[in-house]
């Protein structure tokens, strides 16, 4: 599991301003923390997850009986 940092994430938003990336971020259900610089990051695997939605899938189906 690694890191994204926030250059990645600039990048891939298309911003700069951090409160920007952040609403990228939020928009795009992307899960993140922010580190001690107030700076955004995620790993690849939570990223991948969440561009490709594979969360939604792996979901267990509640079924009330």
Known sequence: M???QYEELAALSGYKQ???VI?????NRIRYVLG???RPRT???LLKEDLTDERQQKVTEIRFT
Do not use: N
Not at 23 to 27: A, I, N, P
């Open 43 to 45: 790993t690849h695997d």
């Open 18 to 20: 951090i409160s920007k």
């Open 36 to 38: 001690g610089d107030g």
């Open 23 to 27: 609403s990228f971020l939020r928009s």
């Open 2 to 4: 690694s890191v994204v």
